[in-house]
Every structure is written in structure tokens, then in C-alpha cells.
């Protein structure tokens, strides 16, 4: 079987689209991006209709090619979907027959309703937009359905929830491609976080609370600027002037997760950039991200991203050089 190039990436194209989540695709993958190099994705939008088609907000749509397309993709993005209409025959085999030569399935936000009728979800973890849980878990009560998560990572198929966490997504899989620093550059570029902790629970139809905490934002500047110090909850909490109980519960308002995790998820992401931009050796890497010992860093490294310190570099250390040698985590050789 030929090596498939993950790097050419198609978008679905649909009469009803939400130009929102084709958006996030096309400012992603469809972008140019000239200080990337050559070696950056190559993308197209395939039309599963004939003729300009429909999107929301009055606008029209047109692509340059068919499903047909697909067969030459890496990686085949669907940008939600009509939650009520069966997805057509030819598209579930286009999309069969891609995830069966090594093809890349990603769906965003009602997109997992396409990926979910071709039964390549069956047995596996997924996940969409809140509002449509129970519909998904109704008509494929053989997928794994994880209502309370940005993404699901399951490998070749990947599924994001609601529209905006696309963007979330879509940063986790050039991460996955070209490493961290190249992730955190697309998402300066964007103006979001590189990579958001917690999950979609905490926006589910609850009020958001008036920020009555101006000095979070300071402990989170002054923790990404620490982590080799010790951080109980108690000092964050003196910090920013507040008692432990009423900053832990305002930390979580405020990211989704508690300042514990956040914490361990800043020092990974710092070891990760260390990794892929110097020669430092683990252990120093582990100590000056205040993990302590190559061994903590390994634990946290195989939980969190499925890989070890030592593969991740072999895999990025280049593309700190040469930002798209595009590589895989596992420690594979990058893709010509």
C-alpha cells in the first residue's frame, strides 16, 4: 500500500454548509502560509453536489472538484452536516474506501453524523456539539459517545464538538503533524490559545459569570513564567488574593479545568517546545518545567500524549530547524 500524505487535505462541501466550520478549515489547512516552506498542507474543497451550493447566511459556495477528489486526500475534513438527512450512498463509500487505504476522517461539530452512518464509529469514542448528544447516542447506539470533551483523538478518526472547538481540533492536528511551536505559531496567527483545557460541559446553556477576578489573569502570566517553582493551590490562591476555595472555583469559571491540571498542561506544553528547540537533555528539561525527573516527565508524556520525551524529539527536534518536516509523535520517519 502506498504511503498516504496526510498533508492533503480535503474539505466536504454540502448544500446547507456552515460557512463557520468551513472557515476554520480553510484558515488552518487552506491558508498560505510562506514562512511554513513548501512542505506546508495542500488543500482543496470537494463538492458533493453538483453547481454553486447553499450556505448559511445567504452566501453560495462553489468548489473546484467532486467527491471523486477524495480518493486522493490524507486527511478528509467534514464540516458539520444536515443532522436530520442520511448522508448519500456514494459519499459513505468515498469515505470507506479512504479510511481503508490509511486516509485521515475528521469531523466537526454535526460532521460526526457522516462519519457515524459509514459504521467506522461503531465501538469507538466520538463526540459533537452538545445539543445533539442524544440524538447521536439515539441513532448510533454503537458509538462510544463522550459528551463532556473539545475532541476525541482516536487515532484515524478524529471528531471535535461544537463548531468553535473545530478550531481546537484542527490545532491538534498540525500539532500532531509539525509539533507545538508550529501549533503555537498557527494559533498566534488566529489570536486563540494554542490548546484549551477542559471540555464542552462547562458551555452547555449555563450563564457566563462576570469577571470578578481581575487578578487570575496575572497568576496565570506569573505560572507560565514559574513552573519550575512549586505551585500548590493555596499559593496561586495568595497570589491572587483570594481564599483557596474561591479561587479554585473561580480558576475553573474561568478555564475549565482546575488549577492543578492547567498547571501540568502548561509544563508539558513547555517541555514539548524544549524538546523540539534545544539540546538540553531530559532530565534538565523535566526539572526547569518543575516536573523534577525524566521519569515524571515520561509518565505525564505517555498519558497525556501518548509518546515518550525521547520519540517526540527524534520526531520534532528538526522541525525546530526547518518548521515542516512534518513527522509523526509516534517517532515515525517524516513524510516525503
Known sequence: MARIDHRRVAALAYDGLGTFELGIVVEVFGLRRPEMGPNWYRFRVCALERGPLRATGGLFVEASGGIAQ?????????PGWRVD????????????????????????????????ATGLLDGRPATTHWRYVDRLRSRFPKVRVEPDVLYVDDG?????????????????????????????????????????????????AKP?????????????????????????????????????????????QATGTTPHRWVLHQRVLAAQQLLEQSGRSIDRIAE????????????????????????YRRAFFVSARRPVAAASPSGSSPRR
Not at 477524495?70 to 467534514?78: N, S
Open 85 to 116: 438527512d442520511v448522508p448519500p450512498a456514494p459519499l459513505i463509500r468515498a469515505l470507506r474506501r479512504a479510511h481503508a487505504r490509511g486516509a485521515r476522517l475528521v469531523s466537526i461539530c454535526s460532521g460526526v453524523f457522516v462519519l457515524a
Open 70 to 78: 477524495l480518493a486522493k486526500a490524507g486527511t478528509i475534513i467534514i
Open 288 to 311: 526547569s518545567v518543575g516536573l523534577q525527573t525524566a521519569a515524571t516527565l515520561r509518565e505525564h508524556f505517555r498519558r497525556i500524549l501518548k509518546t515518550t520525551p525521547s520519540a
Open 156 to 204: 484515524s478518526i478524529l471528531t471535535s464538538a461544537g463548531s468553535a472547538a473545530g478550531i481546537d481540533l484542527c490545532l491538534h492536528i498540525v500539532r500532531r503533524d509539525y509539533g507545538a511551536e508550529i501549533a503555537n505559531q498557527v494559533a498566534r496567527r488566529l489570536v486563540v490559545p494554542p490548546l484549551r483545557e477542559g471540555g464542552q460541559a462547562q458551555f452547555a
Open 208 to 252: 457566563i459569570p462576570p469577571d470578578d477576578s481581575p487578578g487570575l489573569a496575572r497568576v496565570l502570566d506569573w505560572a507560565n513564567a514559574h513552573l519550575d517553582r512549586p505551585m500548590s493551590v493555596d499559593a496561586l490562591a495568595r497570589r491572587a488574593s483570594m481564599s483557596p476555595r474561591n479561587f479554585a472555583r473561580r480558576f475553573k
